[in-house]
């Protein structure tokens, strides 16, 4: 990081180091907490955007009317599905979702989706997908 004058997310987004220099400790400090953290968070936000716009392809390309994106918290995204009886359209979107989740980037380290249904965020359960 000192020597390259930045450090990068896995899609290049870049941030400087310029206050690793500076003769102010504080200064400095925050600067160092800021190079270590940015390459996660800025990754995991990358990803989530990437995830957010494939999302919303799938949901134009196959689920228009069905299921909408409303809300993203931290590295969770939402949506809101018609409350159908047909649990297969729900497994379908949420197979559909979950892979293309697992598949943003390609990482050495395992990724893990988790799918939960319910009426509103604090009353849902976790959804099995084969």
Do not use: C, W
């Not at 990803?47 to 069905?66: H, L, Q, R, S, T």
């Not at 390609?106 to 249904?117: F, S």
């Amino acid at each position: 990081a000192k020597m390259n004058g930045y450090v990068t997310t896995l899609l290049g987004r870049r941030k400087d180091t310029l206050g690793l220099d500076s003769p102010n400790f504080q200064i400095r400090r925050a600067t160092e907490r800021e190079v270590l953290n940015f390459p996660l968070q800025g990754s995991a936000a990358d990803m989530i955007k990437v995830a957010m716009i494939k999302a919303d392809k799938i949901i134009e390309e196959k689920y228009k009317g069905f299921a909408e994106m409303v809300l993203q918290i931290h590295d969770e995204l939402v949506f809101e599905v018609l409350d159908e009886k047909d649990d297969n359209r729900l497994l379908g979107f949420a197979k559909d979702i979950s892979e293309m989740m697992l598949g943003v980037f390609k990482l050495k380290v395992n990724m893990d989706v988790d799918v939960e249904t319910g009426k509103n965020l604090a009353d849902s359960d976790k959804l099995l997908i084969d």
